[in-house]
């Protein structure tokens, strides 16, 4: 569906996200490029991952300004669900196990979805875990007594000490036992791992494809809101620096083909992105 567009990055291969819905896929969103898309009279928008830190993040307006004019904007997994879960009262629709944590409020840190990952040429395939792949990989090893409640927590508190770079699990599993972590469940948890290992990021990302696959079946009518976004000098300011924001060319070049794998109302307030490396950070 060329009037359907999907940001994505890390928490998703582009091959699998294309197996469950035919739209044009782009690179990791940043500042402007979802209000930029307006040019091409989107229907839906789907936002997976997005960039952060080097690269300015997503505006919360700009995806205001989308659904004012009628436009369905998506989000689960990484920057996604971030936003969805700051925007939800405004209209975006959050899907997935990582947005209705952060909508409940049990995870409030954006390093929860923070990733390194590889450049656009190789895929942006994940160079480290995020956090919340690690507490739902945790849980379930937990369940299967494959560790104690006890030793999950010692992980746990390792992971969110790490730096997101860093959160690898044999740099995880080293941080554990130096805070004494029961060796024999660490070595049971380290053979258990390949196999157990949650990848909660990619199966949040797929049920928000297949929610908006099923959405689109209905041909729904554009969005409506029920608030007015107000047109301040400061808006006008960013839909202008939008036009000269580094990713314009980057999506231009992407945007209209079925390929693309570089990269008043007042929102709650959390900073969003994936971390590309080397490229700009990106949440995941």
Do not use: C
Request: charge should be neutral; charged fraction near 25%.
């Amino acid at each position: 569906m060329s009037d359907v567009y999907v940001f994505l990055g890390p928490s998703l291969a582009e091959k699998d996200a294309r197996a469950e819905l035919d739209a044009v896929y782009l690179p990791p969103v940043a500042a402007g490029d979802v209000y930029r898309l307006w040019r091409r009279r989107p229907r839906a928008i789907a936002i997976v991952d997005g960039y952060f830190d080097r690269v300015p993040a997503v505006w919360h307006k700009e995806i205001m300004w989308m659904m004012e004019h009628g436009v369905h904007v998506f989000g689960a997994a990484g920057l996604g669900a971030l936003r969805a879960a700051e925007l939800d009262s405004f209209g975006m629709h959050g899907v997935g196990w990582v947005y209705q944590a952060f909508s409940e409020g049990t995870l409030d840190r954006d390093g929860e979805v923070a990733v390194r990952h590889a450049t656009a040429g190789d895929g942006y395939r994940p160079l480290s875990e995020a956090m919340v792949n690690i507490r739902q990989t945790l849980q379930a090893a937990e369940q299967q007594g494959i560790i104690s409640a006890v030793t999950r927590g010692i992980l746990v508190a390792a992971g969110t000490a790490l730096f997101y770079q860093d959160r690898i699990w044999p740099e995880l599993l080293r941080a554990a036992e130096a805070a004494r972590a029961d060796p024999a469940e660490l070595e049971a948890l380290r053979r258990w791992l390949p196999a157990g290992r949650i990848d909660q990021q990619a199966s949040d990302a797929v049920a928000m494809l297949r929610d908006l696959r099923t959405f689109l079946a209905t041909d729904p009518a554009p969005q409506e809101v029920s608030w007015s976004m107000a047109d301040t000098a400061m808006w006008e300011v960013a839909k202008r620096r939008a036009d000269t924001l580094p990713g314009r060319g980057r999506l231009a070049a992407h945007a209209g083909t079925r390929t693309g794998r570089d990269p008043a109302a007042r929102p709650r307030s959390r900073r969003g992105g994936e971390l590309p490396q080397p490229a700009p950070a990106v949440r995941g």
